[in-house]
């Protein structure tokens, strides 16, 4: 498969993380795939990503990216330590906040909380019984 990208995402629009997300369609389940971008000056936000990910995954820099290469790297990729790259992930993916850590009480900003009588609180006093709808007990054979 090819993918040809005509407007490369800024980085408000989701930036390296969305051109991954696009150019990762060209190949599935180990098959070779073929992407194509087109780049102009427009796209100098995300050139310094675009650069480190080509070395990351040992293609060749365009001429015109090599002032974009980190201090110690070639064009050809051959020279630098990939292990020294530092991406700048500014995605809120795994941002933490308040509940973040996945404790039972992350749910509680959204909405009342337990002693307040909404979701999650202790229910204290019975339900009455269904009258004619799901859960009543019915008379006969119910096949009537």
Not at 59 to 66: A, G, M, R
Request: glycine share 16%.
């Amino acid at each position: 498969m090819h993918v040809i990208n005509f407007d490369l995402p800024s980085n408000a629009h989701g930036g390296i993380d969305e051109y991954t997300h696009r150019i990762g369609r060209t190949g599935r389940i180990g098959n070779m795939g073929l992407a194509s971008s087109f780049y102009n000056t427009r796209n100098e936000d995300i050139a310094e990503a675009l650069v480190k990910l080509l070395l990351e995954t040992r293609q060749n820099i365009p001429d015109f990216l090599e002032a974009y290469l980190p201090e110690g790297f070639t064009m050809d990729g051959q020279t630098g330590d990939l292990d020294t790259l530092e991406f700048d992930d500014d995605s809120d993916e795994e941002e933490g906040g308040e509940n973040a850590d996945g404790d039972a009480n992350a749910g509680v900003a959204w909405g009342a909380d337990g002693a307040a009588g909404g979701w999650g609180a202790t229910e204290t006093t019975e339900a009455a019984p269904a009258v004619g709808g799901w859960g009543a007990v019915a008379g006969g054979s119910g096949w009537d």
